[in-house]
């Protein structure tokens, strides 16, 4: 049994676009704050919002464990972006499924903290490559979408799988 909160491919709540947050109000900080415990417990570096249903302008990340690396940007905007870079990614909507995408080198992306406060992060590497993926998330883009079609044949038996899983959660709370 999946006791994850995190929604899973194909569920039409992860292609939503999310709205903007209007005010940052102590409801938001906390359920941003219980979005890192998800995150940890499922053993991801990143999270956003519409994963966990919510469908916000919001995801927090930490690529070293460290709490001191905790970040979580609301209404984020890329500001700038530099290079090209392959990296291998996951998610926790897609388990199992791992595939390079191809995406900036460097970024720099504002947004606003849980404090209120707006901030420039500038971002490279794991960082960056994080952070796009987190963002796209609020846009309802998934990894998958950007793999290369040769790679993405080979995944097909994977997302059926996970195509049949979902079908059968949804029966299965229906007979409920
Ligand atoms: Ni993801």
């Known amino acids: 049994m999946d006791k994850s909160e995190v929604l899973k491919f194909p ?17 938001i900080r906390a359920r941003a704050e219980h979005m890192f415990e998800i995150m940890k417990d499922d053993k991801g570096i990143g999270l956003a919002a519409p994963q966990i249903g919510w469908n916000v302008r919001l995801f927090v990340m930490n690529v070293t464990g460290e709490a001191e690396d905790n970040l979580a ?27 390079k995408v191809v995406r900036p080198e460097k970024i720099v992306i504002e947004g606003t903290t849980l404090d209120g406060e707006e901030v420039a ?18 846009d309802g883009i998934l ?26 959660q949804k029966r299965s709370v229906a007979a409920k």
């Not at 569920?11 to 409801?27: F, G, Q």
């Not at 940007?73 to 926790?92: F, H, Q, S, W, Y």
């Open 11 to 27: 569920d039409p709540r992860l292609r939503r676009i999310a709205e903007k947050v209007s005010e940052v109000t102590p409801e």
């Open 73 to 99: 940007l609301i209404n984020p905007v890329i500001a700038n972006k530099d290079g090209r870079c392959t990296m291998e990614e996951g998610c926790l909507s897609l388990p199992g499924i791992y595939a």
């Open 143 to 168: 990894f998958i979408d950007k793999v290369a079609p040769a790679k993405k044949r080979t995944l097909k038996k994977k997302l059926k799988k996970l195509e049949e899983i979902y079908k059968e």
């Open 121 to 138: 992060v500038e971002a490279e590497g794991l960082n960056a490559r994080c952070i796009l993926h987190e963002y796209d998330h609020l």
